[in-house]
């Protein structure tokens, strides 16, 4: 309790410890209280590596999921996260919205210079630029 008091947006995983059975129904009281994770003593080395990589995979799946709320709106992150299919299009008067990837960019940015690279990129977001300011379209980065 007083970890996730002093540090309330902390996404630091919590494993309880306990050397009896009894103490299970503590433990699931402190879990409700902001423990992530319960093993028995003597703690076996291969479930404390479990249960650790099994933490960070959560730790890492909540951080993309907080990535993609701040560039998506809930309802496609719903359907990326269900894998609904690979292109999500909605109607919605007056309202367009595009995603654009650069295809083969981790290959082509690993065999050219940097000054190369952000060249290309400039290029494309001048493009890109060029033409919201032609139609008179609101931008959202």
Aim: positive net charge; proline residues 5%.
């Amino acid at each position: 309790k007083e970890i996730r008091r002093l540090y309330p947006s902390a996404t630091l995983p919590v494993t309880l410890c306990s050397t009896h059975d009894d103490d299970l129904i503590l433990s699931l009281e402190d879990a409700v209280d902001g423990a992530t994770d319960y093993l028995f003593k003597p703690v076996c080395p291969r479930s404390l590596k479990a249960s650790i990589v099994h933490q960070l995979n959560i730790s890492r799946l909540q951080r993309r999921g907080q990535l993609l709320k701040t560039i998506l709106p809930n309802s496609v992150i719903d359907r990326v996260q269900v894998g609904v299919p690979k292109m999500i299009s909605d109607n919605l008067p007056r309202v367009t919205v595009i995603f654009s990837d650069i295809v083969n960019f981790t290959r082509h940015s690993a065999s050219n210079s940097t000054l190369d690279v952000m060249r290309v990129l400039h290029s494309m977001f001048s493009m890109f630029d060029l033409l919201t300011s032609t139609h008179g379209v609101f931008k959202v980065e």
